[in-house]
Structure formats: structure tokens, C-alpha cells
């Protein structure tokens, strides 16, 4: 079985640093791909703008609500726009507890919302958790 990639969507460096030491200390290996805005992760996506015929394709998104240039739902309405990533898998992974957040990502095809926890050892558990589920007991369609 391949490694899966994982795209981390996150414009906060203290919340990049933490998600990956989480992954670090659950031994979760995969290779993560960070874009720090929303225009950057449609990129890395579609293979356009700096990442046009890079060859990376993730199988699991993290994605936050609140980024630059182009907010998580507006993301998450592209992708499961492109017939290319529409089913790749879409945590929206963000520090909102907003009832409408919550809504407007499940009815813009969230497959998943997870409010990031506070304390460094419950977001360690969350980030077993995803790790676990989305990564091995998740299966997606072949491409």
C-alpha cells in the first residue's frame, strides 16, 4: 500500500506546528503538504498556478475555515466542483464552533468537521483519531 499525502490547509504557523508534531508523536508517517492559503491549495489540487505538472494528488484534506485569499468553504466548494478531487476526503479542521460553519460545511460537502482542541494532549488524541480512521480504515474509490 502506498503512503497516502496529506494536505494540511492552514495559514496559522502555531496550528502547521502543531498538527505535525501530533502526526510526529502518533507516528503518523505520511507525508504532509502545507498550503498556508486557499488559492495555494486549489494548486496544489489541480496542479495549476506555482504547482502546474507536480505530480502530488492527497488523499485526505485537512482544511480550515478561516484563510487568506480564499476561505476554506470557498475551497471546499471548488473541490467537490473538479471532477478530479471531488471525492478526495475533507476534514474541515478548524478552531470555529459556529452552528453555521458547521451547516455550510456539511452542505458544501464536508466529509468531516473537527474543532481543533486547545490542550496539546486532546489534540494529540484528535490527531490519532484522523489518522486513524481517515488514513487506514477509510476506503476512497480508485481515481
Known amino acids: 500500500m502506498r503512503n497516502k499525502v496529506i494536505l494540511l490547509v492552514e495559514d496559522n504557523p502555531d496550528d502547521i506546528e502543531l ?31 506555482a504547482h502546474a505538472g ?23 466548494r471548488r473541490i467537490r466542483a473538479d471532477e478530479r478531487v471531488r471525492r478526495t476526503p475533507v476534514v474541515m479542521l478548524t478552531s470555529s464552533i459556529e452552528e453555521e ?12 468537521f473537527v474543532q481543533k482542541p486547545v490542550d496539546f494532549l486532546q489534540f494529540l488524541d484528535a490527531a490519532r483519531q ?14
Open 101 to 112: 460553519d458547521v451547516i455550510r460545511s456539511y452542505d458544501l460537502g464536508a466529509n468531516s
Open 19 to 49: 498538527t505535525l508534531r501530533a502526526f510526529q508523536k502518533n507516528r503518523i508517517a505520511n507525508e504532509v503538504i502545507v498550503a498556508r492559503d486557499g488559492v495555494e491549495a486549489l494548486d496544489i489540487l489541480l496542479g495549476t498556478g
Open 54 to 76: 507536480k505530480t502530488a494528488q492527497p488523499e485526505l484534506v485537512l482544511l480550515d475555515l478561516n484563510l487568506p485569499k480564499l476561505s476554506g468553504l470557498e475551497v471546499l
Open 130 to 143: 484522523l489518522g486513524l480512521y481517515w488514513l487506514v480504515l477509510n476506503e476512497v474509490p480508485q481515481r
